[in-house]
């Protein structure tokens, strides 16, 4: 597609519930990242994928917390049991390669997580 | 990991003024960027400038890779100018963000 695509654009959840939030990448960048935003604050890492080498899970803040890309496009993150620190923006992002220069990143307009 | 620092972290500016901000970095990089965050959340891109000078319109970048800094200049500032800048490197993969800068534009 044109730009970097996420989905739901807002969701509203109960404490406990688990959620699904997808991002379709610029088709053709190999790279795809996870950021988390919570109000107010700058951008937090959680996931990095690149091609089909192992993801960099470093950043993910806990084992509820998941994230898997298929195919090497399409990727969803996962929250169980959601808790309302949880609720934040996230943002995908995807880029051509993963290193070097030249690899300009391009983030989605973000999926935006309510937990009540 | 690399260590990302802007300043100031709060600026405010009558409508057609001049600004400057600041990134500094820890380390070496093969990326930086300046991102504008809309009031909608939405993030921008404004350069990709891990090195050099490059102008857009009013907006222009500087990067001193040696010296490890970047500069964003924002010229003739308008009210839509107004939201949070934030710088963004990388030696790696993994792209970190510093913590913004919230610019405020009066008209």
């Known amino acids: 597609g044109a730009g970097v695509s996420q989905s739901p654009s807002n969701k509203v959840t109960e404490k406990g519930k688990d959620v699904e939030l997808r991002c379709d990448p610029i088709?053709?960048?190999?790279?795809l990242y996870w950021y988390r935003q919570s109000l107010g604050q700058g951008l937090e890492f959680l996931i990095y994928?690149?091609?089909?080498?192992?993801?960099?899970k470093s950043g993910l803040p806990s084992d509820r917390f998941s994230a898997e890309r298929t195919g090497g496009s399409v990727s969803t993150l996962t929250i169980q049991r959601t808790q309302q620190e949880d609720s934040a923006v996230y943002l995908c992002?995807?880029?051509?390669?993963?290193?070097?220069?030249?690899?300009?990143?391009?983030f989605g307009e973000g999926s935006w997580l309510t937990v009540v | 990991g690399i260590q990302v620092e802007q300043s100031p972290p709060d600026l405010i500016l009558q409508e057609g003024a001049n600004s400057t901000l600041r990134c500094n970095f820890s380390d070496s990089v093969n990326n930086l960027q300046w991102f504008h965050q809309n009031p909608w959340g939405q993030l921008i891109n404004l350069f990709y400038i891990p090195s050099g000078t490059k102008q857009n319109g009013r907006l222009s970048a500087t990067t001193v890779a040696t010296e490890r800094y970047s500069l964003l200049y924002i010229s003739s500032s308008q009210t839509t100018d107004s939201g949070v800048y934030f710088c963004a490197a990388r030696p790696g993969s993994r792209l970190t963000f510093g913590e913004g800068t919230q610019l405020t534009v009066n008209p």
């Open positions: 088709s053709g960048h190999t790279a």
């Open positions: 992002a995807s880029s051509l390669m993963g290193q070097g220069l030249g690899n300009t990143i391009y």
């Open positions: 994928f690149q091609g089909n080498s192992a993801p960099d």
